[in-house]
Antibody
């Protein structure tokens, strides 16, 4: 079964750091680009970061540029999101999502999400 | 960056009737080399992650019922749900995946039963 499972969320104070992980199973992670998408409570979806299949390129939304860093370890079937200088407005469920093969479909596989709460 | 605007924010439709959701992009998402619109639709039910319904503006993902249909090109798109079923109650999002450096989603449309 094709699956993505996020972990690493939790409660952190403003200015703090957190590292999210996403573990893939049921497919060859190294064949796909990957993304992080977040959803604030009761709000819509916000794409925040992309990484190519071989890590040669990465992109970020303006809202997280300079504070978040995406990376991956294809051998360990894992995607990561390092978050620093966290703000209250970063509170959200964070999803990892697979970019479809060849980029033809958008995001065709999603994890269940991990909740990040930024509060003092 | 490409801005995606959905309308309406919410709509209530009777069971068996048709629901139509609109999505407009601030610039064309039509890729000229293959004549494909890089526009997807997702369904999100409460407590669940989004699910891909339609890609290339009108191609249904495998397993998606044929009462869901997508249409449009360039900057204007629609998602139609024919003969609305109770299990279709959800929030629907459009997404452009044309700009690989800045993907973006519409604000979402909540579909409820009247």
């Amino acid at each position: 079964e094709v699956q993505l499972v996020e972990s690493g969320g939790g409660l952190v104070q403003p200015g703090g750091s957190l590292r999210l992980s996403c573990t893939a199973s049921g497919f060859t992670l190294g064949s796909y680009s990957m993304n992080w998408v977040r959803q604030a409570p009761g709000k819509g979806l916000e794409w925040i970061s992309y990484i190519s299949s071989s890590s040669t390129s990465a992109h970020y939304a303006d809202s997280v540029k300079g504070r978040f860093s995406i990376s991956r370890d294809n051998g360990k079937l894992s995607l990561f999101l390092q978050m620093i200088s966290l703000r209250v407005e970063d509170t959200a469920v964070y999803y990892c999502a697979r970019g479809s093969f060849g980029g033809i479909k958008g995001f065709d596989v999603w994890g269940q999400g991990t909740l990040v709460s930024v509060s003092s | 960056d490409i801005v995606m605007t959905q309308s309406p924010d919410s709509l209530a439709v009777s069971l068996g009737e048709r629901a139509t959701i609109n999505c407009k992009s601030s610039q064309s998402v039509l890729y000229s080399s293959n004549n494909k619109n890089y526009l997807a639709w997702y369904q999100q039910k409460p407590g669940q992650p989004p699910k891909l319904l339609i890609y290339w503006a009108s191609t249904r993902e495998s397993g998606v019922p044929d009462r869901f249909s997508g249409n449009g090109s360039g900057t204007d798109f629609t998602l139609a749900i024919n003969s609305l079923q109770a299990e279709d109650v959800a929030v629907y999002f459009c997404q452009q995946y044309y700009d690989i450096s800045a993907y973006s989603f519409g604000g979402g449309t909540r579909v409820e039963i009247k």
